[in-house]
Structures are given as structure tokens and as C-alpha cells.
């Protein structure tokens, strides 16, 4: 959490405890989870059997009753589904029972990309979250389902040069920039598969997944006191922090807008609404970005002054 890495929590919450055990984590920072023992972090290990898939539904509705009673309801989501082919049933099947067991259960379906919804209708209604790969993000796609209400986030998942990922073989800019192109294109979410796929030890071979890439799957290293930060998360931090400069300055002009201008502030508002503006010479799209540190740091020292 300190680095803004935010857990799924795959454990049962059918009583009032978790709200206690919970309180430790948003204390410290915690924004939002992935919940329940079925979904896309589990190879959509959704049952088959009609009967078993209404009593997990009936497991959901009571999750449901502790966030709301907890008033996290709006923090959690479900990672319902990983990677399924566009049109595909079944994830119609599932999203639609996790919203009838409750429809402020938010539903975070993984696709490969986007297609236009009016090839499949009524197809993904009860998905709130889509995610998205950035090597086929379609900025313009992304607008139709924002403008239909949705949640758009992003991932990165082997990708190769140009477009940023989390792995070691990449120039450090890979790792910073992810979160400028979440603000430029209003992505919400920003998701990694796993942060400590370990295998085998990763300090003598970080080429432990079938992908052959140094890294996919960590972002820490197993160290005698707890885990170790790489390099690569520590510069994905710093990127993070950018963002919420940026949602930080958002949040200023606004309230400066709601208490009304005094004499010589309109400038100044003008000043700080176009730093909010991630520019073409900062990120023109997924694979095109800036690759000089030195903007980053102007921007960012501009955005804390303003």
C-alpha cells in the first residue's frame, strides 16, 4: 500500500470481522480491492453446475451485506474474469449473477481490447471495469464505453518496445510514464498480474515465467526482513506520485472554482488547468512517449507550485 499497490483479498468476509481486520489497511492508505475466492486470479474458475454457481451467487449477495455495512461497497470490486474472447456467454452468464446478487457489486472483466458494442449488443452491460492491454488501447474506443458510464483501466502484459511494461529489460521512462497515460486518456485503474511470482529465486534467475521477459510477474524480491523493492517499482511509485500531483492541483482548481475568483486569480486558474493537460510531448499515445526525464520533473515541479 505504501508504494500504491492495492491487494486482493481472497479470503471469506461473512462476518462483521472483516471490517476490523480491513481497518488496518485503509488506515494506511488503501483505496480499493478485488474480493472472493472464484474469478479471473483463479483461471475463471467459476462452477459449472447450476446449483453450486446459485449458492456462489448467494455468497456474493452476503459479501455484499458486510461492505454495506461497512461502508466499502464503493472500494471493492471483483475480478471477474481474465482474457475471454469478446461475445463470449459465459461472461455474460457470470457478470449478470454477480449483479443480481447485488447490482452495486462492481464487476472488473481483463479483455485484450475493445470492439465497437453495437457488434455485440447488450454484450458487457453488467461489466463496470473494463481493462484493457496497452498494446491495442484505442483512445477513441475507450471514449464510447466512458461515455456509456464505464470504468476503463489499463494493463500491461509482455508487451514489447515501444509500449511501457514492468519488466527489467526496459529503460526506466517504461515504468513512470503508465500513470501520465492514465490521466491523458481518464484510466482509473492500472493493473499487474502479480507483484511476487517467485518460482524459483529471483535474484539468480528473474527469467521465471514461460513469457521469457526479466520480471514479469514481480516487482519485489524475497529478502530475509520481508520483501525487497526492485528499482522497477520504486520509478512506477515516483510515477504514481505524478498522477496524484495531477489529481491533487485537479482538486485545488476546483475548489478554488466552487469559492469564486477574487481579483487577478482567473490567470492562475488558466495557469494550472493547462498543467493538467498531458501534451503530445509527454505521451501522444501508448508506444509514443517521452523518453527525457527532465520534462517529467518540470512538469511535476510546476504542478507542486501551482
Not at 31 to 51: K, L, M, R, V, Y
Not at 115 to 121: A, G
Request: aromatic share 14%; glycine share 8%.
Amino acid at each position: 500500500i505504501e508504494h500504491r499497490i492495492m491487494p486482493i483479498f481472497n479470503f471469506e468476509m461473512k462476518d462483521a470481522f472483516f471490517a476490523k481486520d480491513i481497518k488496518v489497511y485503509l488506515d494506511r492508505g488503501l483505496s480499493t480491492f478485488a474480493i472472493g475466492q472464484f474469478g479471473g486470479s483463479f483461471d475463471n474458475n467459476w462452477p459449472n453446475d447450476p446449483e453450486k454457481l446459485n449458492e456462489v451467487a448467494g455468497m456474493f449477495r452476503d459479501y455484499a451485506g458486510v461492505l454495506k455495512a461497512a461502508h466499502l461497497i464503493d472500494k471493492a470490486y471483483i475480478y471477474t474474469y481474465d482474457e475471454p474472447k469478446y461475445g463470449d456467454p459465459r461472461v455474460d452468464e457470470i457478470t449478470k449473477m454477480i449483479h443480481r446478487a447485488d447490482p452495486e457489486l462492481k464487476n472488473m472483466v481483463c479483455m485484450h481490447g475493445l470492439s465497437n458494442p453495437d457488434k455485440y449488443p447488450g454484450w458487457g452491460d453488467d461489466i463496470d471495469i473494463w481493462c484493457v492491454r496497452n498494446v491495442v488501447f484505442d483512445p477513441n474506443m475507450a471514449k464510447v464505453y466512458q461515455d456509456k458510464g464505464k470504468e476503463i483501466w489499463i494493463y500491461v502484459s509482455g508487451p514489447e518496445p515501444p509500449y511501457p511494461t514492468l519488466v527489467i529489460d526496459y529503460p526506466a521512462m517504461a515504468y513512470r510514464i503508465v500513470p501520465w497515460q492514465c490521466w491523458k486518456y481518464g484510466i482509473k485503474g492500472y493493473l499487474s498480474w502479480c507483484v511476487n511470482f517467485w518460482e524459483e529465486n529471483p535474484w539468480q534467475n528473474p527469467m521465471n515465467t514461460k513469457w521469457g521477459q526479466n520480471g514479469n510477474g514481480f516487482l519485489y524480491y524475497p529478502g530475509e526482513n520481508g520483501p525487497v523493492t526492485s528499482i522497477r517499482l520504486e520509478v512506477t511509485h515516483d510515477g504514481i506520485e505524478d498522477y496524484e500531483y495531477l489529481y491533487l492541483l485537479n482538486e485545488k482548481i476546483k475548489e478554488a472554482e466552487a469559492r469564486g475568483l477574487g481579483a487577478g486569480s482567473a490567470a492562475l486558474l488558466e495557469k494550472a488547468k493547462k498543467l493538467l493537460i498531458v501534451g503530445n510531448s509527454i505521451a501522444s499515445s501508448m508506444g509514443d512517449y517521452t523518453k527525457n526525464s527532465e520534462v517529467i520533473y518540470e512538469i511535476r515541479t510546476s504542478n507542486a507550485e501551482a
